[in-house]
Structure formats: structure tokens, C-alpha cells
């Protein structure tokens, strides 16, 4: 089973910028998508972000379009989002995930969370 540790998060002012990374540990994202989730207070889990197995293909949910960015290093287990012009929308605990398909699917959902981490964008 595979093991998410989310870093990276932090205060900022709107308009700043962030980069999130995600380890795994004890196996391989392997040929899987990769996921960004948030989760703001009194909200449900929000998908953010995927990236199929290649990398080649993207989804973005609409909010954060032409502001944020997916990848992964599939050589080194690592995936990250990096999040330009942020907002106060943007507050929340953020969490990656590894989904059990090669490519992306936006109605994935999952039952376990790690413990994210924070990022809060004051006005």
C-alpha cells in the first residue's frame, strides 16, 4: 500500500505563489493517475487536479484553470501542484492521491485521506 506525504503548504497573499509536493513511499504511484484534492472548512473533498500515468494528459477542475499545475516524476515518486495568482478561495487542506486507473477520472473518490497540508492565501 502505498503511502502520501503531503508538503509544501503554507500562508500567503493573494496573488502569491506555492508549490505542493507529494511523496510516496512503500510502493510506486506505479502506472496510475495522480490526484490533487483540497478541502476547505465545512466543505466536502474537491478534486483539483489529475495527471494520467504519462503525464501527457491533464485535468484541471474549472476554478483553478490557468492557475495551477500538475506534474509528477515518476522516477523519483514524487508529484506536485504548483499554484500561481492564488486566492482566499484557494484556503484550504490540500491532499494528493493515487487512483487505480493509468489515466484520469474526475469522479474518483477515495475513503482514506493523509494529512495534507495547509495552505491559506489572506487578502
Known amino acids: 500500500q502505498v503511502q502520501l506525504v503531503e508538503s509544501g503548504g503554507g500562508l500567503v497573499q493573494a496573488g502569491g505563489s506555492l508549490r505542493l509536493s507529494c511523496a510516496a513511499s512503500?510502493?510506486?504511484?506505479?502506472?496510475?493517475?495522480v490526484y490533487w484534492f483540497r478541502k476547505a472548512p465545512g466543505k466536502e473533498h474537491e478534486l483539483v487536479a489529475g495527471?494520467?500515468?504519462?503525464?501527457?494528459?491533464?485535468y484541471y477542475a474549472d476554478p483553478v484553470k490557468g492557475r495551477f499545475t500538475i506534474s509528477r516524476d515518476n522516477v523519483m515518486n514524487m508529484a506536485y501542484l504548483t499554484m500561481n495568482n492564488l486566492k482566499p478561495e484557494d484556503t484550504a487542506v490540500y491532499y494528493c492521491?493515487?487512483?487505480?486507473?493509468?489515466?484520469?477520472?474526475?469522479?474518483?473518490?477515495?475513503?482514506?485521506w493523509g494529512q495534507g497540508t495547509q495552505v491559506t492565501v489572506s487578502s
Open positions: 492521491q493515487v487512483g487505480n486507473t493509468w489515466y484520469v477520472e474526475p469522479r474518483s473518490t477515495f475513503d482514506s
Open positions: 512503500g510502493r510506486s504511484f506505479g502506472a496510475y493517475a
Open positions: 495527471t494520467a500515468y504519462t503525464g501527457g494528459y491533464t
